[in-house]
C-alpha cells in the first residue's frame, strides 16, 4: 500500500498519525543506515546497530518538526550523520584506526564469481583498509556517494556543508585512495 508513495508523503502520513507509515520508513531506510554507519564507523557492527536503532528513535521524536516540503532522505541521513559525530566526540569513543587484520575480517557484501574470488577479495581487503585511513570527514562522504550512490546535493544538505566543500572532500579522499592503491603496486 505504502509502496509506491514517495517519502516525503510517507513521512507527512506519519505525523498525521498513520502510525503504519512507520514500519514502511524502517523497511525503506533501516539497511541502508545500517550499512553507511558500519561503513563510517570503521566496521563496527554493534556501533551501527546502536547507532541505526537510535537514528530511528530521533526520526520518532523529530518527526513533529520535520517539514514536508523538504526531501526525507537528507533529513534522516543528517539525523545518522549527527549521531555518529556525538559518539566520536565523546573521548572514551574517539575513533582510532583499525588494524589491517580487524579490516581483513569485514564482511564482503558482495559474493564474487570462484574465478575472481583471490582478486576480488584482495582487492576489497586494500581498498576497505585503505577507507578506513582517510579522515571521517572525507570516508563518510565517499561512503554516501558511491555506496549508498546518494547524490552530492543531497549529501551536502545531510551533513549541512557547502556542496563545494562535499566535491573537495570527496575529489580529496579519492585521490588519497587512488594514490594509496597505486603506492601498493
Same mark, same amino acid.
Given at each position: 500500500m505504502y509502496q509506491t508513495l514517495s517519502d516525503e508523503t510517507v513521512a507527512l502520513r506519519l505525523q498525521q498519525g498513520d502510525h503504519a507509515c512507520l514500519e514502511e520508513l524502517i523497511r525503506r531506510y533501516y539497511p541502508a543506515l545500517k550499512r553507511y *554507519?558500519?561503513?563510517?564507523? =570503521? =566496521?563496527?557492527? !554493534? *556501533? $551501527? @546497530? @546502536? *547507532? !541505526? %536503532?537510535?537514528?530511528? *528513535? %530521533?526520526?520518532?521524536?523529530?518527526?513533529? $518538526?520535520?517539514?514536508?516540503?523538504r526531501p526525507f532522505r537528507p533529513w534522516l541521513y543528517a539525523i545518522a550523520t549527527n549521531l555518529l559525530r556525538n559518539h566520536f566526540k565523546r573521548p572514551e569513543h574517539r575513533y582510532q584506526h583499525d588494524d589491517d587484520e580487524a579490516v581483513e575480517r569485514l564482511p564482503d557484501e558482495r559474493e564474487p564469481t570462484p574465478e575472481h574470488f583471490s582478486v576480488a577479495a584482495e582487492t576489497s581487503r586494500r581498498l576497505e583498509a585503505e577507507l578506513q585511513r582517510l579522515p571521517i570527514q572525507q570516508r563518510q562522504i565517499i561512503v554516501l556517494r558511491y555506496v549508498e550512490e546518494l547524490p552530492l546535493v543531497e549529501i551536502a544538505q545531510m551533513l549541512d556543508l557547502p556542496l563545494g566543500t562535499v566535491k573537495s572532500r570527496l575529489r580529496l579522499g579519492i585521490d588519497r585512495l587512488r594514490s594509496a592503491l597505486e603506492d601498493e603496486r
Amino acid at each position: 500500500m505504502y509502496q509506491t508513495l514517495s517519502d516525503e508523503t510517507v513521512a507527512l502520513r506519519l505525523q498525521q498519525g498513520d502510525h503504519a507509515c512507520l514500519e514502511e520508513l524502517i523497511r525503506r531506510y533501516y539497511p541502508a543506515l545500517k550499512r553507511y *554507519l558500519y561503513r563510517v564507523s =570503521g =566496521g563496527d557492527s !554493534a *556501533l $551501527s @546497530e @546502536e *547507532l !541505526a %536503532q537510535e537514528t530511528m *528513535l %530521533q526520526l520518532i521524536k523529530g518527526l513533529p $518538526s520535520y517539514d514536508s516540503g523538504r526531501p526525507f532522505r537528507p533529513w534522516l541521513y543528517a539525523i545518522a550523520t549527527n549521531l555518529l559525530r556525538n559518539h566520536f566526540k565523546r573521548p572514551e569513543h574517539r575513533y582510532q584506526h583499525d588494524d589491517d587484520e580487524a579490516v581483513e575480517r569485514l564482511p564482503d557484501e558482495r559474493e564474487p564469481t570462484p574465478e575472481h574470488f583471490s582478486v576480488a577479495a584482495e582487492t576489497s581487503r586494500r581498498l576497505e583498509a585503505e577507507l578506513q585511513r582517510l579522515p571521517i570527514q572525507q570516508r563518510q562522504i565517499i561512503v554516501l556517494r558511491y555506496v549508498e550512490e546518494l547524490p552530492l546535493v543531497e549529501i551536502a544538505q545531510m551533513l549541512d556543508l557547502p556542496l563545494g566543500t562535499v566535491k573537495s572532500r570527496l575529489r580529496l579522499g579519492i585521490d588519497r585512495l587512488r594514490s594509496a592503491l597505486e603506492d601498493e603496486r
